[in-house]
T-cell receptor, first 115, second 109 residues
Framework: GAVVSQHPSWVICKSGTSVKIECRSL??????MFWYRQFPKQSLMLMAT?????????EQGVEKDKFLINHASLTLSTLTVTSAHPEDSSFYIC???????????FGPGTRLTVT | GQNIDQPTEMTATEGAIVQINCTYQ??????LFWYQQHAGEAPTFLSY????GLEEKGRFSSFLSRSKGYSYLLLKELQMKDSASYLC??????????FGDGTTLTVKP
């Protein structure tokens, strides 16, 4: 099956700093990738849809200036959490999707802890 | 708005059968997913239902009734490794999925 990787798998950063998370679609070219956030014992919440070569589409309530998404190539999307705060601590998961398919392939997730 | 409901927690015994229900009210519907998620890991795909009826895949089966806005995931011959969260998600539009809060299943010996 398709494989999606994320890097780093976990990161600890100080409040006020920025953190970049990479998501790579290893088996196919993904025109669309999704970024989710998951708080403990809660479900996945879609943050934004990342479209290759164009601006990301953010869900309501997600600050686009705080969560910068760049989909520079068909196999790489990045999420940068700017000026991180402790409340940004969460599990961030990306997924990729073939244009012709319903199935999403999830990355292994990145655990972010802001101290 | 989007509303997806599933029980928060369920407990079952090893070897038994358990049914996890999901009801939904969404502004669009293309299909319904079930995912399994172990703690600290990403979700893994279990099933996708588009048409009404039951689809069986090994020990797991998934049922959909579009007219009732209802689905269930049936797990047979439960094993300890089936202890996990099970997420119901509706494929609404533009390829986006809306997830329920998940059902934490605990399998006891």
């Amino acid at each position: 099956g398709a494989v999606v990787s994320q890097h780093p798998s976990w990161v600890i950063c100080k409040s006020g700093t920025s953190v970049k998370i990479e998501c790579r679609s290893l088996d196919f070219q993904a025109t669309t990738m999704f970024w989710y956030r998951q708080f403990p014992k809660q479900s996945l919440m879609l943050m934004a849809t990342s479209n290759e070569g164009s601006k990301a589409t953010y869900e309501q309530g997600v600050e686009k200036d705080k969560f910068l998404i760049n989909h520079a190539s068909l196999t790489l999307s990045t999420l940068t959490v700017t000026s991180a705060h402790p409340e940004d601590s969460s599990f961030y998961i990306c997924s990729s999707k073939r244009t012709s398919s319903y199935e999403q392939y999830f990355g292994p997730g990145t655990r972010l802890t802001v101290t | 708005g989007q509303n997806i409901d599933q029980p928060t927690e369920m407990t079952a015994t090893e070897g038994a059968i358990v049914q996890i229900n999901c009801t939904y009210q969404t502004s669009g519907f293309n299909g319904l997913f079930w995912y399994q998620q172990h703690a600290g890991e990403a979700p893994t795909f279990l099933s996708y239902n588009v048409l009404d009826g039951l689809e069986e895949k090994g020990r797991f089966s998934s049922f959909l009734s579009r007219s009732k806005g209802y689905s269930y995931l049936l797990l047979k011959e439960l094993q300890m490794k089936d202890s996990a969260s099970y997420l119901c998600a509706v494929d609404t539009n533009a390829g986006k999925s809306t997830f329920g809060d998940g059902t934490t299943l605990t399998v006891k010996p």
